[in-house]
Nanobody, 125 residues
Framework: DVQLQASGGGLVQTGGSLRLSCAAA????????VGWFRQAPGKAREGLAC????????YYPESMKGRFTISIDNAKNTVYLQMNSLKPEDTAVYYC??????????????????WGQGTQVTVSS
């Protein structure tokens, strides 16, 4: 049974940091890219960053470059999202997801096959 478990969310003050974790169960990330997304109430799901397990390549949308960093620990089958200088507008449910990797990184939601349950991040002003 394929599962992704996102964790590490919580309440943080403006300017603070959090590190989210995404652990896989039932499969390995070997042939997959893993992405982080978020969804705030009333808004569409937004892609933040993705990484390929096989070659470590990363992709960030221009709007996400600078504050967020994605990384992978293949030995632990876990992907991380380090978030710094958090702002109230970063408040959302954060999801990780896995997409079969064919050499091209994408943050298109429909390209992702497996999704974690989400972890809430709340940034207070």
């Amino acid at each position: 049974d394929v599962q992704l478990q996102a964790s590490g969310g919580g309440l943080v003050q403006t300017g603070g940091s959090l590190r989210l974790s995404c652990a896989a169960a039932g499969f390995t990330f070997d042939d997959y890219a893993v992405g982080w997304f978020r969804q705030a109430p009333g808004k569409a799901r937004e892609g933040l960053a993705c990484i390929s397990s096989s070659d470590g390549r990363t992709y960030y949308p221009e709007s996400m470059k600078g504050r967020f960093t994605i990384s992978i620990d293949n030995a632990k089958n876990t992907v991380y999202l380090q978030m710094n200088s958090l702002k109230p507008e970063d408040t959302a449910v954060y999801y990780c997801a896995a997409s079969y990797y064919s050499g091209s990184l994408t943050l298109k939601v429909y390209e992702y096959d497996y999704w974690g349950q989400g972890t809430q991040v709340t940034v207070s002003s």
